[in-house]
């Protein structure tokens, strides 16, 4: 078993630039969710989705979009990255959203 | 405001010397609170769940105690591959994960 994959695991950008960051979890997991985690804070949920075709926003949604076509996959969209966007991001998923999460490796992002 | 408040932000250790870490919170409702343990560059791995006052969880050298306001981590005899960064996050009546800012253990041979 794989788990959740991430990727990129490393990215710069142009402030401007978008891109999409990608996550896929092999557990059948309806939970899954995008965490961001930047130096001396808690990690803050950015958007979730409860299951295939249903998506909603965390506490930090802005400048980020989702979908979710697939139980697998929830992809994040970065629309016109800005530098505050600079953060480490996380992918999770479980199998309801009150049990534990597991957790994607990571993409370190850069927007310069 | 719904806080979570992890101490110490950092904790040094020699291999063995037992000590504890805290987590304590202000949200209301509380469903239930989980400790993750985080290496560098990897997410966090679960570790517990607790769900009410008085309860306790125990795996290998770590064990997690839950009162009304706060959780502690009890680690016993650590070794260097402790060392992580420990992770605590509380789910309340809304529904919503509230995570705290982590503790920074290091254990040293």
């Known amino acids: 078993n794989a788990g959740v994959t991430q990727t990129p695991k490393f990215q710069v950008l142009k402030t401007g630039q978008s891109m999409t960051l990608q996550c896929a979890q092999d557990?059948?997991?309806?939970?899954m969710s995008w965490y961001r985690q930047d130096p001396g804070m808690g990690l803050r949920l950015i958007h979730y989705?409860?299951?295939?075709?249903?998506?909603d926003q965390g506490e930090v949604p802005n400048g980020y979009n989702v979908s979710r076509s697939t139980t697998e996959d929830f992809p994040l969209r970065l629309l016109s990255a800005a530098p505050s966007q600079t953060s480490v991001y996380f992918c999770?998923?479980?199998?309801?959203?009150?049990?534990?999460?597991?957790f994607g490796s990571g993409t370190q992002l850069s927007v310069l | 405001e719904d806080q979570v408040t992890q101490s110490p932000e950092a904790l040094r250790l020699q291999e063995g010397e037992s000590s504890s870490l805290n987590c304590s919170y202000t949200?209301?409702?509380?469903?239930?609170l989980f400790w993750y343990r985080q290496d560098p560059g990897k997410g966090p791995e679960f570790l517990f769940t607790?769900?009410?006052?008085?309860e306790e969880k125990e795996k290998e050298r770590l064990k997690a105690t839950l009162t009304k306001k706060e959780s502690f981590l009890h680690i016993t005899a650590p070794k260097p591959e402790d060392s992580a960064t420990y992770l605590c996050?509380?789910?309340?009546?809304?529904?919503?994960?509230?995570w705290g800012a982590g503790t920074k253990l290091i254990i040293k041979p």
């Open positions: 607790l769900y009410s006052a008085g």
């Open positions: 989705s409860v299951g295939a075709g249903i998506t």
């Open positions: 557990m059948n997991h309806e939970y």
């Open positions: 999770a998923s479980s199998l309801d959203r009150a049990e534990k999460l597991f």
């Open positions: 949200v209301s409702g509380l469903r239930g």
């Open positions: 996050a509380v789910w309340w009546s809304n529904y919503q994960l509230i």
